[in-house]
């Protein structure tokens, strides 16, 4: 079956300006996890998903960024008047659930560069 | 608390030698301990994974070491390969947020 995917793959855009991030997961998948990894970095934990609902937004940067995720399927993250250290590569993963430690599936990432 | 911490930064290893990276954690509420690889343009795929309750785990060329007294944990690449240079990053997940803590990555060359 097919595997997680993101979109964009890539995203360059102004300072100030909006941007959507889309993530689609293994189909069945309750979980979803959000990163972010800096260049030559590990990843960062965002916030992650159970079903629609977000336990645990502790990772989120600032208030600038949010995330939600519908039908339990498809997560947006959405990062308002974006700044140039927001640039990074935006990685999604979905598991079967959340705890149990359920292999997390990675997408290829969005590489975000704010200009 | 929350950290993982891993070392080495880089690491080049000749063909067919081991490539040995370490972990370390404080937290006591991780239970699980899954390494990953990555390379250049692609997320992270797993590796292999180890539970606190048992002290090593192998998966053809791959081991985990796992010692729970130390709150450490190794990864070792037996006969390594060029195929094998990639990026690795141990991780734990917290038991009671289910939050997943990486390590900051050992970037690993093998030398053909």
């Known amino acids: 079956g097919a595997g997680v995917s993101q979109s964009p793959s890539n995203k360059v855009t102004e300072k100030g300006k909006d941007v959507e991030l889309r993530c689609d997961p293994i189909?069945?998948?309750?979980?979803l996890y959000w990163y972010r990894q800096s260049l030559g970095q590990g990843l960062e934990f965002l916030i992650y998903?159970?079903?629609?609902?977000?336990?645990?937004k502790s990772g989120l940067p600032s208030d600038r960024f949010s995330a939600e995720r519908t039908g339990g399927s498809v997560s947006t993250l959405t990062i308002q008047r974006t700044q140039q250290e927001d640039s990074a590569v935006y990685l999604c993963?979905?598991?079967?659930?959340?705890?149990?430690?359920?292999?997390?599936?990675f997408g290829p990432g969005t590489r975000l560069t704010v200009l | 608390q929350q950290q993982v911490k891993q070392s080495p930064q880089s690491l080049i290893v000749q063909k067919g030698g081991i490539s040995i990276i370490n972990c370390a954690y404080e937290?006591?509420?991780?239970?699980?301990f899954p390494w990953y690889q990555q390379f250049p343009g692609k997320g992270p795929a797993l590796l292999i994974a180890?539970?606190?309750?048992?002290s090593e785990k192998k998966e053809g060329r791959f081991t985990i070491s796992f010692n729970k007294s130390a709150k450490q944990f190794s990864l070792h690449i037996m006969d390594s390969q060029p195929g094998d240079s990639a990026t690795y990053f141990c991780?734990?997940?917290?038991?009671?947020?289910?939050?997943?803590?990486f390590g900051t990555g050992t970037r690993l060359k093998v030398l053909a």
């Open positions: 993963a979905s598991s079967l659930a959340s705890g149990g430690a359920n292999e997390q599936f």
């Open positions: 189909s069945g998948h309750t979980a």
């Open positions: 998903f159970q079903g629609n609902s977000a336990p645990d």
């Open positions: 937290n006591t509420a991780f239970d699980y």
């Open positions: 180890i539970r606190p309750d048992v």
């Open positions: 991780a734990a997940q917290d038991s009671g947020t289910y939050k997943y803590i």
